[in-house]
């Protein structure tokens, strides 16, 4: 069984969109085993994005990850980082596969609903970020 990180970000939360993606990751015989809503601070979305921090839209990713509430899970199932990327489509909405949570809903590239991580490594780590072992207990 393998684990990854998803995050409702704060445009999926704001359109009422959390209960759709859910249920999409459900339907895919996804688990959720560790579920919390909280506002990021700015520190903790630049710290959370640290990988990007060169990229030019780092300041305004980090910004709009701090814009409202977001909902952090823990996801598990055989194979959940690439589920759970097939279910989230490409970065880019205009490049996502028709039936992707992307397609369907995502306003443009940066406010794109739904963050999952991309590898075992930083799954790991971006698990960590939100939840204690305590948490994960489920
Ligand atoms: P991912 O979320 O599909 O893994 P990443 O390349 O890791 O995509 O980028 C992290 C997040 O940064 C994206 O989900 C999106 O919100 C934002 N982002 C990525 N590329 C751009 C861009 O070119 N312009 C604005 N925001 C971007
Ligand atoms: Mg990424």
New binding site residues.
Partial sequence: MERTLSII?PDGVGRGLAGEVIGRMEKAGIRICAMKMVRLTIEQARMF?A??RE???FD??TR?MTSGPIIAMVLEAENVIKKN?DL?G???PEQALPGTIRKDFAS?????I???S?GPETAAVEIKFFFSDLEMQQ
């Fill in positions: 970000k994005y990988v990007h990229r030019p839209f305004s990713v709009f990327r989230m490409a970065t880019n443009d590239v940066e406010k794109n739904v963050h999952g991309d």
